[in-house]
């Protein structure tokens, strides 16, 4: 049994269709990266996984427990075994970097103050940011704010951890140094990871697995190599990143969201 899984998952915004008939296993200890467009719904299908956005019809199975219409204890639950590292980090302004990342410990953890420092030092340094526990996200860069998001993600040790959009914006090296510490969490901790990137090539080094959204359906899953060799044009295109010279402004548009 997969320890994720969408089944006939829809989801609509008003008339826009985010998901018709989404379907997708994710398996326990596993990297899967999602790749689709901009606006195909890789944000919106982490929100459905930690049910921050509620489906319209189907069925999310975590380690079999029902998503769709959870209680919110079940939700609870779910959502202290799931790290998240949002789009664009969100990191709570009025809160010092420490702070921040001690957030979900103190959420969901019982834990001493003394544990809780350990362990706000111990995130802080796997992504590279060692000692800034008493700075502000303000005077933070974008990149450092990102891998705030992430050792706020990390620190509460979760089983599973979702990663949107992870390199966006950073340097090579933190590139590369945000890939490794994926790897090394994969590795070490047997941490199942789903990761959104539009970052082919970190998408190929990341990942066991990946898997492709268009137009309201997962049309492609398969290996690094599957990937590679397909056949299929519009996996194809997507990942060269070919143009599609013939798309109008208003579809343009429309898949922008
Ligand atoms: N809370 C919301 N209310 C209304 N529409 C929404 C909401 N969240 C997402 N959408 C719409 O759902 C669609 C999918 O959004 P989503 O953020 O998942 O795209 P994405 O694939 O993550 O794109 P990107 O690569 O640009 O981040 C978009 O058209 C977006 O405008
Ligand atoms: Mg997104």
């Known amino acids: ?41 890789k ?22 427990e029902q998503i769709v219409n959870a209680s919110p204890k079940t939700l609870t639950k779910v959502r ?21 990342v ?46 705030v998001g992430l050792a706020r993600a990390i ?13 966006t914006g950073l340097d090579p090296i933190n590139v590369t140094r945000i890939n490794r510490l994926i790897l090394s969490l994969k590795e070490k901790l047997q941490v199942t990871s789903i ?3 539009h970052d082919m090539q970190s998408a190929f080094i990341t990942s066991d697995r990946l898997a492709m959204i268009d137009d309201g359906h997962v049309i492609f899953q398969g290996t690094p190599d599957e990937i590679r060799r397909t056949e299929d044009r519009r996996v194809r295109d997507f990942i060269e990143g070919n143009a599609d010279e013939d798309l109008d402004t208003e579809t ?4 922008g969201g």
């Open 1 to 41: 049994m997969a320890l994720i899984e969408f089944r006939g998952v829809q989801k609509a915004f008003g008339p826009k269709r985010v998901f018709i008939d989404l379907n997708l296993d994710i398996h326990e200890g596993e990297s899967i990266t999602i790749i689709g467009g901009s606006g195909m719904g």
């Open 43 to 64: 944000s919106v299908l982490l929100k459905l996984l930690i049910g921050l956005l509620e489906t319209d019809g189907g069925s999310i199975l975590f380690d079999g």
């Open 80 to 100: 202290r075994r799931i790290g998240m590292l949002f789009q664009g980090a969100a990191l709570f302004d009025s809160l010092s970097v420490g702070e921040n």
């Open 102 to 147: 001690a957030y979900g410990l103190r959420e969901h953890l019982q834990m001493s103050e003394e544990a809780i420092a350990e362990r706000v030092h111990e995130s802080l340094d796997s992504v590279g940011l060692p000692g800034i526990e008493d700075m502000w996200p303000a005077d933070l860069s974008g990149g450092m704010k990102k891998r």
């Open 155 to 167: 620190a509460v040790h979760p089983e599973v951890l979702l990663y949107d959009e992870p390199t």
């Open 195 to 197: 990761v959104v990137t």
């Open 252 to 255: 343009l548009l429309r898949r």
